[in-house]
């Protein structure tokens, strides 16, 4: 089973309450990668039915202009997430986010309850993809175990609220008390082949400290962030996109690399650089994401 969809561009993927009908209309104008439909946290108990329903008619309805709409069911603990499941399978999803994962037998239950799912309704086998959310200790020691447990599975999110809970701490602005799980989430998504997310930044009156959260998860190696107001997909978008001279720079390494591989030279240099062929991948993932980001004119 292969979805093509599972290594699409994912900078930014912003929550949206499906108990709000007003919030999930039109997102798409404000041009995020990805819309994270909530049922679960934001969603009153009295109201699931009801964000329910509305989630159904959204993905039914709504045009969302390729922007990628993945749900956010309740917890395997609660009465409410095999007919979410149902529901957002039926609608059209593209993906869907098991909340407090902690283990793989997590991402098998819900695994099994897609694969029902796009049968009852007729959906094409893998078409709907899983992102596994971490929020407790438990669930960052298990992070490999979760990245390996199913082909669907395109990533795992950290949420730092929950976890820091967990841990006895609380969020400080500085990311110390994140830094463990941050990195922790990374190595295990890089060693799996999956993408990693990070946890969403509240503050919405500091945005100099929301650009510095962002540059650091950035230089860390996380895929994108989860955000909760379209007023932070401009810095996200900023940061993840390429600069002309890292492209420049990418180019320059690739082509030398091709000639020089060929004619047995293993080690060279790119405008006073020594380079060697250990900095090739990392050359055509800034021009892929160049490509994805809209931003590359190149031939590569």
């Given at each position: 089973m292969s979805n093509p969809n599972k290594k699409r561009l994912r900078r930014t993927m912003m929550f949206l309450n499906c108990q709000k009908p007003g919030l999930i209309k039109d997102p798409y104008i404000y041009k995020p990668d990805s819309i994270m439909l909530d049922l679960e946290d934001a969603v009153a108990e009295k109201e699931k039915d009801a964000a329910r329903y509305s989630l159904f008619h959204a993905l039914r309805e709504i045009d969302y202009r390729g922007v990628e709409r993945v749900v956010r069911i309740n917890g395997l603990d609660s009465p409410y997430w095999r007919e979410d499941i149902r529901c957002a399978v039926a609608g059209g999803c593209d993906s869907i986010r098991i909340p407090k994962t902690e283990s793989a037998q997590d991402v098998h239950v819900v695994e099994e309850a897609v694969i029902a799912a796009e049968k009852e309704f007729g959906r094409e086998e893998g078409s709907v993809l899983i992102m596994a959310a971490l929020e407790s200790a438990r669930g960052i020691m298990k992070a490999l175990d979760i990245c390996e447990a199913s082909d669907r599975l395109f990533g795992i999110a950290l949420s730092g609220g929950d976890y820091t809970k967990d841990l006895q701490t609380h969020i400080t602005g500085t990311g110390i008390e994140l830094m463990g799980a941050r990195q922790n989430m990374v190595i295990a998504a890089r060693a799996a082949g999956v993408q990693c997310f990070d946890t969403v930044y509240t503050d919405?009156?500091?945005?100099?400290?929301?650009?510095?959260?962002?540059?650091?998860?950035?230089?860390?190696?996380?895929?994108?962030?989860?955000?909760?107001?379209?007023?932070?997909?401009?810095?996200?978008?900023?940061?993840?996109?390429?600069?002309?001279?890292?492209?420049?720079?990418?180019?320059?390494?690739?082509?030398?690399?091709?000639?020089?591989?060929?004619?047995?030279?293993?080690?060279?240099?790119?405008?006073?650089?020594?380079?060697?062929?250990?900095?090739?991948?990392?050359?055509?993932?800034?021009?892929?994401?160049?490509?994805?980001?809209?931003?590359?004119?190149?031939?590569?």
């Open positions: 919405l009156d500091d945005m100099d400290g929301f650009r510095k959260d962002v540059e650091a998860i950035h230089l860390m190696g996380f895929d994108g962030k989860s955000i909760i107001n379209p007023r932070q997909i401009e810095i996200v978008h900023d940061i993840y996109t390429p600069k002309q001279k890292d492209i420049i720079f990418a180019e320059k390494v690739v082509k030398e690399i091709d000639d020089k591989k060929a004619k047995g030279i293993g080690v060279f240099t790119v405008d006073g650089k020594m380079i060697d062929i250990a900095f090739y991948d990392g050359a055509k993932r800034t021009i892929e994401l160049a490509k994805a980001s809209g931003v590359y004119e190149g031939d590569l």
